[in-house]
Every structure is written in structure tokens, then in C-alpha cells.
């Protein structure tokens, strides 16, 4: 606190410097954007199309049948649920164990759970058989004698979905208002109007200092199990059932280090693309990929430790009815599946993050792209072989996707990209106070790792 | 020009430690700690922590009350109702506690996400109508410190002018006002916020 | 709407005599008329969206010219602690007084996890709105509801001939006699393989034939506790 608050002596940034780097993103709007929210608008709104064109003539047009009644979607409501778990670990956890790192990634990450809660949420709605009466989930007063069954896996995950997605939300807005009341400060107009009502009268007295950074802490304490309970809950839509390899007890810690694992691996694709196209290369630095890439081994190794832990009691059970879904899986028809998700999220991911060397920025992001894909095949892998070998082997059946569902993924896809895109438009994608509060020098918070990072950092 | 019994002069300085040299020859000067108000763009330590001693909130607590509450409304949800409603079942439990238990874990974490996020609005004095001079908004925003005193007549300005101008601290005088929150501030006065 | 299941109560029951069953799948053809079931046609059959309410199942045994045919009629159990109804998340399947697995059409959203959840499979869904070529409409049965689509349908044990009885019984001031339920897929049996009744009476075919030495139930090792008796021969052959 002895420097003048105008330079930074760690990186030689100005504070001016620091400002316009960040809120680039927000006044300036290169061509890019405009294509980039044309696109994933225009796919997202062929999606939404699609899905209409469902519900109007039923959800015959998938390629669910008797007996996998479950396919894409709620593959795809698995995955995005388990992608929404980035924000909390990057925000919340390495709030909670004080690793300043985390700083310039935090929003990024928060606003990856609460799109991607967004989207995860749809998916329960969109595989219905009748969309339009999904209103019946939640408990609301009526004269027929109507009540959700609260024994129901799917009303827990109403319940724990919402409380998800609202606590990430507030998560989200509470370090956003300062923020807002700096781009309020640099708006004009209608924009200055809009920011100053969303910053709800910010002036940064050491008061709202204090109760906001007080708030931000309870938040974090408790959105983590919130975060575990929601994935461990979502688990059991598959865990409480009695088919073969689904009705198993590994499936709560499972789910959650697969979430975990797939929400690392999205964060680190969604930092490389932000730091590329926002020219963030001083603030989203290689520091920071090497230590999620470290982040993302432990999470690599503890997901290949709980598959083969699944995978080899339920060899040694023997059970008959477990067997047929886990051989159809090693190396009957789903086996090209399956040994391409043991490639994608372990056996190149580790070699590449293990080794300093190839942590890299690159890295990384090769090991992210690969994993996000093999965990998307996780969870196709466990819904649907297992319906499609049911106990009576007369029933057996197949599944294959049909047009409708693979729009609708993609759709969903370019839905994220859109709003993140609105997103960085509206609002800086890295906390710029968080971020300045982490580079004063001789605060107790400057960790040796950041210093490192800094350090040798010219001023370009 | 703003029109209230009591007037503050802000005075812009270039970093906390000016800052805390403000204050301190403001109240050396007569006027009280809580007349004095510091407004910045980043969270400043030494003077949060000295707020945070002096009056630490209660967030916690209240989260945790507000997470009782939750847990209440979750069994009033769960249980009361399926009793009511009579459900049939033929003869399998209505009551399951393992599994309304998940349901009151969800809103127990509800209430307490709630309950923080309104106590923190209402502690931090947001959402509150107030008149934000832009002046001072923008120098925040580049990084500077505002050091607002609430005067409570023409001498204590005078006295609060020279002490801004004798630390070469700009100052500023009530021009354009953001007009989003237009009604008086009265609660502007005292420091509270 | 509260359980009012008391002593006299009848829970009904079927049991199945395998040593008798020859395959014909009359009871399919009797259910599917009885119950207005879908026509599926080619392509949706195909896609493995038949809809069958009682199927026979077909299974063979050993190596020609030593191969036995096994034929096994599965419908709804109507298990006493079926895995299916925890599941729904908006009570559409629930469990009655009278010991049968109730599926209510108007309730149901289209989760399918009532159908995920069921070992015997024998859960149908109606993926699309029914497509009756004319004239067959004709033949639809006025006292079961026809289906649309995004909803779940299965084996009800006929439950619109059990009121049928048990209204005609009430006007009468009786209870329900034994031999007054006959559900189709009993009533078109040729071998008369499968018996209809209340398990709760002892004296009834169905308890006495469930009481027998040859009686086993499908998968109950699973705890589900099914209420279709199966009667199988202790020799092969």
C-alpha cells in the first residue's frame, strides 16, 4: 500500500493499462463478435425449431426406442450439468483455500456454471413426452389432488438444480457489482443508465468492501457442497434404478469427480479461446494453465481410479445381467465408444499434463478438447448400453441418434457460445478488481507462485 | 446543485496512503470518523479491516437462521403436504426421510444462498436511492481514492476545502449528478454508507 | 383418495401354466383388440417401437435336432414393490388398494424412468400420436381411452372389466364372485393355461394354483415382488 495506486511494480502495468485491457471486450465490438453471435444464434434458433417441431409431433422423430428410452438428451443434461461444476471449483474451492492463481479466471469460470446450468437444465424438459406439462414438477397449490412424488430421483434434481443455478447466479452477480459500477462510471447514455441500475448504487466504501467480500466468502463456503450434492443427485437419476451397471454405490463420487474433471477441461478450452480473442495473453497467463493442467491430472487420475474400481468389481460380481452390459461395452458394440473415452480422458491427457514441458498453454488445451469429448462419451457409456441389454434378453435392443437430437446438441453447443458472447459483450471477463486487488505489492496475499509469474513480465 | 441540510466535499487523492493522510487531518480538524467516507475501486485492507473490527455484520449468523428457515419450509413442503394430500399409494411410504432428507438439504443450502444475498444488500446499503456524482464515479473507476466529508455548515466546508487543498487533492464541487437514484441523500450524511 | 384397502378387499393375480402355454399368442391379439393397443407398422417396429402389452416370449434351447422351444407370456407384474412407481416424478404411476400397479394416462409427462426402471421391460411408450388405418378405428374398444403421444401405457389386468364386475357386483349387493373377471388375454387363451383372480381368497383357482409345487415367480429375486405366478413342469421336456 505504499505504492502509488496509479503503476503496478509487479508488471510494470498501469492501472489505466489494466482498465483498458479488460474492459476492451465490452466498448469495443470487433467483426468477430457480430459472426460469432450471428452463427450460434442462427444455429441455436434452428435447434429451437427443431425442438418445437418435436413436441408438436412427439419425440418419435428421436431415435429413443423400447428399450433405450433414453439417449442424447439426457446424455447431453449429464454432461452439461457435470460442465457447470468449473465455476465452483475454480471460484469457490480456491477461494476457500486462499490461492491467489485463481484471480483472473474466477468470472470466466462462474459464468461457465451458470450457462451451463442453464442449458443442463432444458434437457430434463426437452426429452419429455409432453414438454408443455413440465410445470407439474413443481409443487404448486391445485384442486385435483396433483403433487410431485418427492421420492422421485427427478424431483431432487428439481429441487437441487434450482438451488444450483440460483446460488450461481447470485455467485456470479455479487463480485460482478463492482465491476458494474466501474462500467458505469465509463458509459454514457442508455448504457450508463442500465449499468448504474445493475450496480445497484455501488461506491465502494470500505463498508460494501467488507460486507460484499464477507458475502462472497459465506458464498463460497456454501456452494461447494451445494456443487457436490447437485452432480451426487443427478447421479442417482441412474443409481437408483435397478438395471445392471447402473444400480451401483460408486456412482454419487463418481459423477462429481467426473463433473469436476469435464469442468476443468471446459475452463481451460473456454480460458484459451477468451485469451486468444480478447488478447488477454498478460492477464490469463501460462501459470495459470499449468496449474489447472496440474488441477486437471489429479482429477484425470482420481476419474480413471473410480472407473477401473466400477468396472473391475463389477467383472469380479459376475452377475449375468452385469456382464452382458459390460461386455457389450469392452468389446461388443459399444467398445469403439468406449476405448475412445479411456484414450480421450486418460491416456493422453496424463503424459501431456504430467510432464512440465508439455503443460504448456497448447497443451493443456489439446488435453481440455479431448477430455471434454471423452466425458461426454462417459455419459452416453453409462445410460445407454445398460438399456439397451435388459435382464430379459428377448428385449434387447439398439440405439442410434437421428437428426432432431444431434441438432439439438449442437444447438445447445452454439446456445453456450452465444451467451457467453453476449456475455464478455456486456460485462469485463476478468474480475478487473479481483485481479488488481491480487498485484498490489506488499499485501500478505502475493504468493510466490504469482510473483513468479510476474516476474521478468515487460509491459508491451 | 444538490440542496440538503448537510453537504459533503469529496476530495480526490492518487492512493490510499493519501488517503488515510486525509483522514487523519480531517479529524485532526474536528470532524468525526464516521463523518468521513472513502470511496475506491478496489478493496483497500487497512481500512476494511478497521471497519471489520469495529462492526463485522451479520451475514453469518443470519445465514445460517436463513438456512433453518429453509430446512423448515423443506419438511413443511415435503412432509405436511403429502400428508395432506392423501395421496394412495397401496400401502408403499409416502414418508421417506432419506429422500425428503435430500429435499431439505437442497433448501436448507436455498435459505442460507437467500438469506446472504439480501442481508448483504441491506448491510452494504445498496439498492438505497442516492445520487452518484459523476465526477467522483469516474476518478474512482481511473484508479484514484475519494475521500467524502459531510459538512455541517459553511465553516466546516471551509475548513475541509483547505485541509483537500493543502494535501493537493482536487475537489469537487457538486456538478453533474447521475440521475438514476434522484431523490435527496440524506443517508449520505453521518458515513454510513 | 386415501388407501381404503380392508380384509375383503380383493387383490388380484394371474397365474400362467407354462407346461400348457403353446405359443399361439391369442392373448396378444385378444389384448391388443381389448385394449385399443397402437399399430406400430413396419418402420416403427423396426425403429423397436412395437407396443405389446403381453408378449410371448421366445427362447430356444440347445442345438438342432436336439432344440427345444421355450415360450414365456410376460405382462406387468404388477409388482407389490414395483420399482417403477418411486420413480415418477409426478405420481402417475402409483399402487391401489386392490394390489394393481395403476397407470394414469392423463398424469403423464413422458419422463420414461418408470420404464427404465422395470426388469421385465414391459413398459410401452407412445412416441408418436396412434395411426389407425381406416377402417380399424371401428374396432376400438369404447371403455379404454385411446392414447396420444409422450405417454407411458402398460398391462392394466384389464381394469375396465375388474370395475365392470365390481360395479355390477355393487349393484347387486354382493361381492365379486369368482369367475366374474376375465381379463382377454385369459379369455382367448386355447389351452386355458392362464387363471385371473383374487390371491386374497384362498379358495380361489389362482391362490390354490399359486400354492402348487410347480409355482415360481419371474426374477423375485430382485425384491419386487410380482403377483403372476408362473407354473413350470419339475421334469424337462
Not at chain 1, 498501469?14 to 452463427?39: P, Q
Not at chain 1, 426437452?126 to 396433483?146: A, D, Q, T, V
Not at chain 1, 463498508?207 to 450434492?229: F, K, N, T
Not at chain 2, 444475498?117 to 464515479?137: H, K, P, Q, S
Request: charged share 20%; aromatic share 12%.
Amino acid at each position: 500500500m505504499s505504492e502509488p495506486s496509479g503503476s503496478n511494480a509487479m508488471t510494470g502495468f498501469s492501472d489505466a493499462r489494466i482498465n483498458a485491457d479488460l474492459l476492451r471486450s465490452v466498448f469495443r465490438t470487433g467483426k468477430w463478435w457480430y459472426v460469432t453471435v450471428a452463427v450460434s444464434g442462427s444455429v441455436m434458433l434452428a435447434a429451437g425449431a427443431a425442438f418445437l417441431y418435436q413436441a408438436y409431433t412427439g419425440i418419435g422423430i428421436a431415435g429413443i426406442n423400447r428399450p433405450v428410452y433414453w439417449g442424447f438428451y439426457i446424455t447431453n443434461f449429464v454432461f452439461w450439468i457435470g460442465i457447470s461444476h468449473a465455476g465452483t471449483l475454480i471460484s469457490a474451492i480456491l477461494r476457500v483455500t486462499g490461492a491467489q492463481w485463481r484471480r483472473p479466471i474466477t468470472r470466466c469460470a462462474e459464468a461457465i456454471t451458470v450457462f451451463a446450468l442453464m442449458i443442463g437444465a432444458l434437457f430434463p424438459i426437452i426429452h419429455l413426452g409432453r414438454p408443455w406439462l413440465f410445470y407439474w414438477l413443481m409443487p404448486y397449490p391445485n384442486e385435483r389432488g396433483l403433487w410431485p412424488n418427492f421420492r422421485s430421483p427427478l424431483a431432487w434434481d428439481f429441487f437441487a438444480i434450482n438451488t444450483y443455478l440460483t446460488g450461481s447466479s447470485i455467485y456470479l452477480f455479487l463480485p460482478l457489482i463492482p465491476d458494474l459500477a466501474m462500467l458505469r462510471a465509463k458509459s454514457t447514455g442508455v448504457k450508463r443508465k442500465i449499468y448504474s441500475i445493475l450496480s445497484l448504487g455501488w461506491r465502494g466504501t470500505p463498508r460494501q468492501w467488507h460486507r460484499l467480500e464477507r458475502a462472497v466468502q459465506i458464498m463460497a463456503i456454501i456452494i461447494i457442497p451445494v456443487a457436490v450434492s447437485v452432480h451426487t443427485i443427478v447421479s442417482w437419476d441412474f443409481a437408483m434404478a435397478i438395471q445392471p451397471m447402473w444400480h451401483s454405490t460408486i456412482f454419487g463420487p463418481y459423477f462429481v469427480v467426473g463433473a469436476i474433471f469435464s469442468g476443468i477441461a471446459a475452463l481451460i478450452v473456454a480460458m484459451a479461446i477468451l485469451r486468444k480473442v480478447f488478447h488477454l495473453e498478460a492477464y490469463l497467463k501460462p501459470v495459470h494453465f499449468n496449474n489447472l493442467g496440474l488441477l486437471l491430472l489429479t482429477m484425470s487420475l482420481l476419474w480413471f481410479y473410480f472407473t477401473f474400481s466400477e468396472y473391475l468389481t463389477g467383472y469380479y460380481g459376475n452377475d449375468p445381467a452385469e456382464m452382458r452390459v459390460f461386455w457389450s461395452k469392452v468389446n461388443g458394440p459399444y467398445s469403439p465408444l468406449f476405448w475412445a473415452m479411456i484414450f480421450c480422458c486418460f491416456i493422453i491427457p496424463v503424459p501431456i499434463l504430467a510432464f512440465k514441458k508439455l503443460r504448456t498453454i497448447t497443451g493443456t488445451l489439446v488435453a481440455s478438447i479431448g477430455i471434454v469429448i471423452g466425458m461426454w462419451l462417459e455419459r452416453f457409456l453409462i445410460i445407454v448400453p445398460t438399456l439397451a441389454a435388459p435382464r430379459l434378453p428377448y428385449n434387447w435392443g439398439h440405439y442410434s441418434p437421428r437428426l432432431v437430437e444431434i441438432l439439438i446438441t449442437v444447438g445447445t453447443v452454439a446456445y453456450f457460445i452465444f451467451l457467453y458472447a453476449v456475455f464478455t459483450k456486456l460485462f469485463p471477463i476478468v474480475a478487473v478488481w479481483e485481479y488488481k486487488e491480487g498485484i498490489r505489492p506488499g499485501e500478505e496475499s502475493l504468493t510466490v507462485r504469482e510473483s513468479e509469474a510476474t516476474a521478468g513480465v515487460t509491459a508491451d | 446543485m444538490r440542496r440538503s441540510t448537510a453537504e459533503n466535499i469529496t476530495g480526490i487523492v492518487d492512493s490510499p496512503r493519501e488517503a488515510r493522510q486525509a483522514e487523519t487531518c480531517l479529524t485532526d480538524e474536528g470532524f468525526a470518523r464516521d463523518a468521513i467516507t472513502i470511496m475506491s475501486a478496489e478493496p483497500l485492507a487497512e481500512f476494511i479491516s478497521e471497519l471489520g473490527s469495529k462492526s463485522p455484520g451479520r451475514a453469518g449468523m443470519l445465514s445460517i437462521a436463513g438456512g433453518i428457515a429453509g430446512a423448515g419450509a423443506a419438511i413443511a413442503l415435503t412432509v405436511w403436504t403429502s400428508r395432506r394430500m392423501g395421496l394412495v399409494t397401496g400401502g408403499m411410504p409416502i414418508i421417506t426421510p432419506w429422500a425428503f432428507g435430500i429435499i431439505v438439504y437442497e433448501l436448507i443450502a436455498l435459505g442460507a444462498i437467500l438469506t446472504t444475498f439480501v442481508v448483504t444488500i441491506y448491510e452494504a446499503g445498496l439498492l438505497r436511492r442516492g445520487a452518484i456524482d459523476v465526477e467522483v464515479d469516474s476518478a474512482i473507476a481511473d484508479g484514484k481514492v475519494a475521500v467524502s466529508v459531510s459538512c455541517q455548515n459553511d465553516t466546516s466546508r471551509r475548513v475541509a476545502e483547505s485541509v483537500f487543498s493543502k494535501l493537493g487533492a482536487k475537489i469537487c464541487g457538486n456538478k453533474t449528478v447521475d440521475s438514476t437514484f434522484t431523490k435527496p441523500t440524506k443517508h449520505l450524511r453521518g458515513g454510513r454508507v | 383418495m386415501t388407501d381404503t384397502k380392508t380384509a375383503s378387499t380383493p387383490q388380484w393375480g394371474m397365474v400362467i401354466d407354462l407346461d400348457l402355454c403353446t405359443g399361439c399368442e391369442a392373448c396378444v391379439v385378444a389384448c391388443h383388440a381389448e385394449n385399443n393397443i397402437r399399430i406400430a407398422g413396419d418402420e416403427q417396429a423396426a425403429r423397436g417401437r412395437s407396443v405389446n402389452w403381453i408378449r410371448v416370449e421366445r427362447y430356444f434351447e440347445g442345438e438342432f435336432p436336439d432344440v427345444r422351444v421355450r415360450f414365456m407370456p410376460v405382462l406387468c407384474q404388477h409388482c407389490n414393490e414395483a420399482p417403477c412407481e418411486p420413480v415418477c416424478p409426478v405420481f402417475a404411476t402409483y399402487h391401489t388398494d386392490e394390489g394393481l400397479n395403476a397407470q394414469v394416462y392423463n398424469r403423464c409427462i413422458g419422463t420414461r424412468y418408470c420404464a427404465n426402471n422395470c426388469p421385465y421391460s414391459v413398459r410401452f411408450f407412445n412416441f408418436n400420436d396412434p395411426v389407425w388405418p381406416q377402417p380399424l378405428q371401428n374396432a376400438w374398444n369404447p371403455e379404454v381411452s385411446v392414447r396420444s403421444k409422450g405417454i407411458m401405457e402398460k398391462c392394466t389386468f384389464c381394469i375396465q372389466r375388474i370395475r365392470k364386475a365390481e360395479i355390477a357386483a355393487d349393484e347387486e349387493n354382493r361381492p365379486v364372485r369368482e369367475g366374474d373377471v376375465v381379463p382377454a388375454c385369459v379369455q382367448s387363451c386355447p389351452t386355458r393355461a392362464m387363471s385371473f383372480g383374487d390371491m386374497a381368497d384362498p379358495s380361489s383357482q389362482v391362490s390354490r394354483l399359486a400354492r402348487s409345487e410347480r409355482a415360481n415367480r419371474l426374477m423375485d429375486d430382485l425384491g419386487t415382488k410380482p403377483k403372476v405366478v408362473y407354473l413350470k413342469g419339475l421334469r424337462e421336456g
